[in-house]
């Protein structure tokens, strides 16, 4: 059976991973500390499909998500990789 | 109400109160059951001793010398003559005896088994302070301990020990008295307390068991003087009593040696004032009653439950400055205003500082008294209260006024009453919504009712069948400001749940403007002037003029409350569902409402463009020209809707609904012939023969056919009836244009009720395999499932009359569902976000900083602003730009 990509279903928004040199330009343009930004767990179907690509996520990585808006166009996200896993 | 905090909670700790602490922490050993001597002065070593507080004015508190509102007042003791269980813990205390052993007093574990736990209940106390998982370990362990028989340690034998409730334990049919009992925990060894939970430092068995009764202080349990000068102690004194009386018997039976029948009636006498003091609703011992036969008021209902301490006193703070009555209508006024019953208003207060510039006018104002009117006998604010700047306060009376006048200088504060003009907030529970408290200008009105303009009432979600609301007064520079600028009802037209207006017209003004408008009527001048007089206008409607005679048009008079520059065109709600032409309308231009620089030239005027929820005018005029504008619109048009109604007429009643026999005939025959359907289709399907649809069941297939053929002949007698009610019937007139009702329930009365259903299938439940005993086992024909053929005009027959209540009553289940589940649901959202803020850079954030949202919304669009959701509607700017006048 083929494996299901999620991030291919209409209905998940882009998921991307922020670079690490690019980290610091984001959080200066947001003015927030990254501690402060909200988090996205390791198990995150999400993650574990950009895993898929990336190779493992460490905790504290930025994830930029663009989510489709009606007003706007899209709207972009910010959340951070966890170092443990929510249940 | 400055600064920071001052003391922050570390850690609170549950103790037991050990005699020793009691007789330590006690002012006074009380003796005597007395309260006061015959000159009404306290007893000393009685109940109301002087050491324990004072609450009569002119005595000091022999403890602290503080007078009446200094002393905090002191507990006293008193020495029980036998010792008594302690209701409240009755639980702890039997699962100590029957934990350890009755004769060595160790727990009944063997010493392996002590170790281990012991090891295990130090470890959990260490890691968690929980005492839910602490709680679970100590009921392991002494369970554990409870199900031996034989001690390990000293090899007694154990019998059963019985709690015959509330406080006596048996063992083998014989009373263990509480004597014994305190013996037996006395002998429980310190370092096996933790095996229960107990931490040994601050708590010891025994002190479950007292031996001393701590008194509160006088504070606590008050007495008051009746009117007659009669005394009326506090029901915890009138308890204390009996314990100390009770108490003293028993001591003197016992020392004089009576028998042992009579001293054991006395103690359980005892233990049941010791009992009801504690809590007087224990099961399975009858309350303690006052003289009067009422159920005495103990220490523990006065902190339980919806009228206890908790959520009573301290969650359910009350305010000053408020008043609240039953609501009524009142089309005069603005929807800004709200009507004040003077004698609310003279109670109500504004307080005015006084300083350089006001002064003259405050000395007036309090010159005139508490109950100042004008020449003509109309109410004038008067003043109540004058404040000075040491905070004293003096009461104004009309004797007092003009001296008191004098009396006031710069840096004093007047308590002056409502005036005209003042704004104040109105509020309607349950508050769901912000709308649901909005700011009101006062209007000084006779009678004893709150009333406000009909607009209002759906934002409040009020009606008059006997509502009330709240009024509150703002006492502070800084909330009128607000409630001016943001909360006023002008500035609350636009929900901020879906961008549109949530006050516009309801009822009567859309009656009243549908009928203004539809077809723009000819209005004999006279007729059209006594209309208008109920407006304030600078113009008059064009005058046409025929046969001589002079007319003003319908639409003309609607346009004069429209805001000049005004362009605007949409459907009405009367042509929503016409394609090219709209059968109600003459004209084919009149499916459109169209307005031209303010004027309206087509259409008809309905829900669709002044009702609440969905008004496009209101709407527009909001977005176009403010808040004022759209309030002005609201006003005028209720005071026109009233002026066009009030000399119309404008009545329904059952004629309303009278159709030809030869319609009702056919109506009955469609509904037989629906009959006959369904009763073929349960023929086919007794038969086998009934196909079932794509992915349903032949039973499932059976249903929704028969759903559809009764539908079917509902809508179709529906269609019947209306083709005898046109457009000149009242209630057709309400359900065309929203104002109220709808199509359906005109056909429901007209023409038929219909299939009633549960869940959206037929009436399937009640008797084994049928609705009532009329019908056999498994009949599925129409009228065995609640297929109701008559109308309401007709009457229902006793059967459909029993199917329909089936169905209404759903609805009523529903609602009550819906509302508990709803508001419960509400509530914990808005416990989640009640602490959320949004930054300046439009950021939603926690109180920590943390984000939850980048952007408001994800797009930073405020909903109230937004045209429902969307950013801009692109086409309605392109017509007004069209038809902008230079």
């Known amino acids: 059976m083929a494996k299901l990509n999620v991030l291919q279903h209409e209905l998940v928004p882009a998921h991307h991973v922020v670079k690490k040199e690019e980290e610091d330009k984001v959080l200066k343009e947001l003015g927030i500390a990254k501690d402060l930004l909200p988090r996205i767990s390791r198990s995150d179907p999400a993650i574990k499909a950009l895993e898929e690509i990336h190779g493992p996520l460490e905790g504290g990585t930025i994830i930029k998500i663009s989510r489709k808006s009606p007003t706007m166009g899209y709207s972009v996200y910010y959340r951070v990789v966890t170092s443990e896993v929510f249940k | ?439 009101h200008t006062v209007r000084i009105l006779d009678s004893q009712t709150f009333r406000f303009n009909l607009a209002v009432c759906t934002p409040y979600n009020a009606d008059f069948d006997g509502d009330e609301m709240n009024l509150h007064i703002i006492q502070k520079e800084e909330a009128r400001a607000e409630a001016r600028i943001i909360m006023k009802v002008q500035e609350q037209i636009m929900s901020p749940r879906f961008g549109g207006p949530i006050i516009g017209g309801i009822h009567d003004h859309i009656t009243a403007m549908f009928l203004l408008t539809h077809g723009n009527p000819m209005i004999p001048e006279n007729v059209g002037v006594h209309m208008l007089s109920y407006l304030d206008l600078d113009e008059m409607p064009p005058v046409e003029v025929h046969d001589g005679k002079r007319y003003y048009r319908g639409r003309d008079i609607f346009s004069l409350i429209l805001p000049k520059g005004l362009n605007l065109r949409f459907s009405s709600k009367l042509c929503a569902s016409a394609r090219e032409k709209c059968e109600y309308e003459d004209d084919p231009e009149d499916k459109y409402v169209t307005i031209i620089n303010g004027r309206m030239v087509h259409g008809t005027i309905d829900e669709a463009a002044i009702g609440s929820f969905s008004g496009v005018i209101i709407d527009r005029i909001f977005r176009k020209y403010g808040p004022e504008a759209t309030a002005k619109f609201i006003d005028s048009m209720t005071r026109l809707g009233v002026g066009f109604l009030s000399i119309r007429g404008f009545s329904t009643g059952i004629s309303d609904y009278d159709i030809p026999e030869s319609a009702i005939a056919r109506i009955e025959e469609i509904s037989n012939d629906a009959i006959e359907r369904t009763e073929k289709l349960v023929e086919t399907y007794r038969k086998g023969e009934l196909m079932p649809s794509p992915g349903r069941s032949v039973e499932d297939t059976l249903e929704i056919e028969v759903l559809s053929t009764t539908g079917m002949v509902r809508d179709e007698s529906g269609k019947i009836a209306s083709n005898f009610l046109g457009l000149n019937n009242p209630s057709v007139i309400m359900a065309r244009s929203g104002a109220r009702a709808k199509m359906l329930n005109i056909s429901e009365v007209a023409g038929m009720v219909g299939q009633q259903s549960v869940r959206g299938g037929r009436l399937n439940r009640g008797y084994y395999g049928r609705t009532l005993p009329h019908f056999k086992q498994g009949d599925l024909g129409a009228t065995a499932r609640g297929f109701v053929k008559s109308s309401y005009m007709s009457g229902l027959n006793p059967l459909e009359y029993f199917m329909h209540s089936i169905g209404g009553r759903e609805g009523l289940v529903d609602i009550a569902v819906r509302t508990s589940r709803s508001g419960y649901m509400q509530r914990r959202l808005i416990n989640a976000f009640e602490d959320l803020k949004v930054n300046e850079s439009l950021r939603v954030e926690d109180t920590v900083g943390a984000v939850i949202q980048f952007k408001y919304g994800e797009d930073g669009v405020d909903p109230t602003k937004s045209d429902k959701g969307k950013t801009i509607d692109v086409d309605y700017h392109a017509y007004d730009i069209e038809h902008e006048v230079a």
């Not at chain 2, 000395?363 to 003043?383: I, M, N, T």
């Open chain 2, 1 to 439: 109400m400055t600064g920071g905090i001052s003391k922050r909670i570390y850690r609170i700790q549950f103790a037991l109160l050990s005699p020793e602490e009691i007789r330590k922490m006690s002012q006074v050993k009380v003796i005597t059951a007395d309260t006061y001597d015959d000159d009404g002065y306290p007893i000393e070593r009685g109940l109301m001793d002087l050491h324990m507080g004072v609450i009569e004015p002119g005595l000091k508190c022999a403890t602290c010398g503080g007078k009446v509102d200094e002393c905090p007042g002191h507990f006293g003791h008193i020495e029980l003559a036998m010792p008594v269980v302690h209701v409240g813990f009755i639980k702890e205390i039997k699962t100590l005896l029957d934990a350890t052993c009755k004769s060595c007093g160790r727990i009944k574990l063997t010493e392996d088994e002590i170790r281990s736990y012991r090891e295990r209940m130090e470890n959990i106390s260490l890691s968690t302070s929980d005492p839910e998982v602490i709680g679970l370990m100590s009921k392991r362990i002494t369970e554990e301990a409870s199900s031996r028989s034989v001690c390990p340690h000293c090899g007694t034998q154990h019998s059963k020990l019985i709690l015959d409730k509330p406080t006596t334990f048996r063992e083998e049919g014989i009373k263990v008295t509480p004597k014994e009992i305190r013996e037996r925990m006395e002998r429980i060894r310190d370092d096996e307390l933790l095996f229960f939970g107990l931490n040994k430092e601050v708590a010891r068995p025994e002190w479950m068991i007292l031996t001393v009764l701590p008194v509160p202080p006088i504070n606590l349990r008050p007495s008051i003087t009746l009117e007659t000068g009669e005394r009326s102690e506090d029901d915890l004194t009138h308890k204390l009593v009996d314990i100390i009386r009770i108490s003293q018997r028993l001591r003197e039976s016992r020392d004089n040696g009576s028998p042992q029948l009579i001293i054991e009636d006395l103690w359980d006498l005892l233990q049941f004032h010791v009992t009801t003091y504690f809590d007087n609703q224990t099961a399975g011992i009858p309350p303690a009653r006052h003289r009067s036969g009422r159920a005495l008021k103990t220490l523990v209902q006065r902190l339980k439950g919806k009228e206890g301490r908790f959520r009573s006193n301290l969650s359910g703070k009350r305010v000053n400055f408020s008043a609240r009555t039953v609501i009524s209508p009142e089309p005069f006024l603005s929807v800004n205003e709200v009507g004040v019953p003077e004698k609310a208003a003279r109670e109500l207060t504004v307080p005015v500082s006084v300083n350089t510039f006001n002064v003259e006018q405050v000395r007036e104002l309090v010159a005139r008294g508490p109950e100042a009117r004008d020449e003509s006998d109309r109410y004038l604010a008067g003043v109540n209260y004058i404040i000075r700047p040491d905070g004293r306060r003096i009461k104004v009376t009309t004797q007092n006024a003009e001296e008191n006048s004098k009396r006031v200088e710069p840096g004093w504060t007047v308590e002056r009453q409502l005036t005209e003009g003042d704004i104040v907030l109105f509020n309607r529970q349950p508050s769901l919504h912000r709308m649901s408290m909005m700011g």
